[in-house]
């Protein structure tokens, strides 16, 4: 299995432009979360999706944040428009929903984003 | 309230020795329990799942304290190769399937 694949690895842009965080979840994974990392809050969860279906978006800081899971087999997060506090590393994570205790998390290689 | 909470360190040990680390959580609901490591500029990934009564594998070893809400690794004979970040996972399966990191652990082990 090749994993989680996340698009693009490194991404630079401009404040105020849009930009779009691309995830293909391991197959046959019912969960996807998207998580940011930042030295000083640590990762965040900011959505997560069941079933293709959003449960918890309480995580993401605001409107100009917005994740989408058209299908089983994608998800982006998207921010529009971009300020300079948004750099962060975004991670996305995909998870079986088992209903099993134990059943861990496998995370993609992440975004690295930088808004100048 | 951060749902889980973690001494950010630094740890800085020699070669050989022995580190803990604890990680608290603020629901009693959560379900179950993992330790992360993440080395620099890398993604997160599964170290060891925690059992509730506690696990080993090799020199790790994991307990988790329900009654205190408390999880901790212990690391024996630390190697070069260990320095890295420990984070402290939850997760809530019958709400969702949330997880939930705390900020990490950084350890550095000096030859």
């Known amino acids: 299995d090749a994993g989680v694949i996340q698009s693009p690895r490194h991404e630079v842009t401009e404040m105020g432009q849009e930009v779009t965080l691309r995830c293909k979840p391991i197959s046959g994974h019912n969960s996807l979360f998207w998580y940011r990392q930042t030295m000083m809050r640590g990762l965040e969860l900011l959505i997560y999706f069941n079933n293709n279906v959003p449960i918890d978006d309480s995580g993401m800081p605001e409107d100009r944040f917005s994740a989408k899971m058209p299908n089983a087999s994608f998800s982006t997060l998207k921010i529009q428009p971009s300020e300079p506090r948004d750099s962060a590393v975004y991670f996305c994570?995909?998870?079986?929903?088992?209903?099993?205790?134990?059943?861990?998390?496998?995370f993609g290689q992440g975004t690295r984003l930088t808004v100048v | 309230r951060k749902e889980v909470e973690q001494d950010p360190g630094p740890f800085n040990v020699p070669e050989g020795a022995t580190v803990a680390f604890n990680c608290t959580y603020s629901n009693s609901a959560s379900q179950s329990f993992f330790w992360y490591r993440q080395d620099c500029r890398k993604e997160p990934k599964l170290l060891m799942s925690?059992?509730?009564s506690g696990n080993e594998d090799g020199r790790f070893t994991a307990q988790l304290n329900r009654a205190s809400q408390y999880i901790s690794l212990l690391i024996r004979d630390s190697k070069l190769s260990d320095s890295a970040t420990y984070l402290c996972v939850v997760n809530f399966l019958y709400t969702g399937n949330q997880f939930y990191f705390g900020t990490g652990t950084s350890l550095t082990v000096i030859p």
């Open positions: 925690v059992y509730s």
């Open positions: 994570a995909s998870s079986p929903l088992s209903g099993q205790p134990n059943t861990e998390a496998f």
